[in-house]
Nanobody, 114 residues
Framework: QVQLVESGGGLVQPGGSLRLSCAAS????????MGWYHQAPGKERELVAA???????TYADPVKGRFTISRDHAKNTVYLQMNSLKPEDTAVYYC????????WGQGTQVTVSS
């Protein structure tokens, strides 16, 4: 069982930045892949970014060059640094972790609006 606790969402103006954090209840050395999805109202949940245990990183095309995923093994935490935010980035952001199962965080709201 892996528990994930997210933090860092909020309201930001277009062009601004936020950093999301996802703290795992176990060592992230034991997790194959961690990452972030987002879900906007009326839309399906979509992958934003992911990082494997080997360090391979994947980004969705709309966030390439603006978002950066990283991790801190000492803190068992994965981060999503979001820069140059746009109104279309507004969504609930969910952290996930994959072992032989997929675990989800509770979600954190990100709203980009002037």
């Amino acid at each position: 069982q892996v528990q994930l606790v997210e933090s860092g969402g909020g309201l930001v103006q277009p062009g601004g930045s936020l950093r999301l954090s996802c703290a795992a209840s176990v060592s992230i050395f034991n997790i194959n892949t961690m990452g972030w999805y987002h879900q906007a109202p009326g839309k399906e949940r979509e992958l934003v970014a992911a990082i494997t245990s080997g360090g391979t990183i994947t980004y969705a095309d709309p966030v390439k060059g603006r978002f950066t995923i990283s991790r801190d093994h000492a803190k068992n935490t994965v981060y999503l640094q979001m820069n140059s935010l746009k109104p279309e980035d507004t969504a609930v952001y969910y952290c996930y972790a994959e072992t032989i199962y997929r675990y989800w965080g509770q979600g954190t709201q990100v709203t980009v609006s002037s």
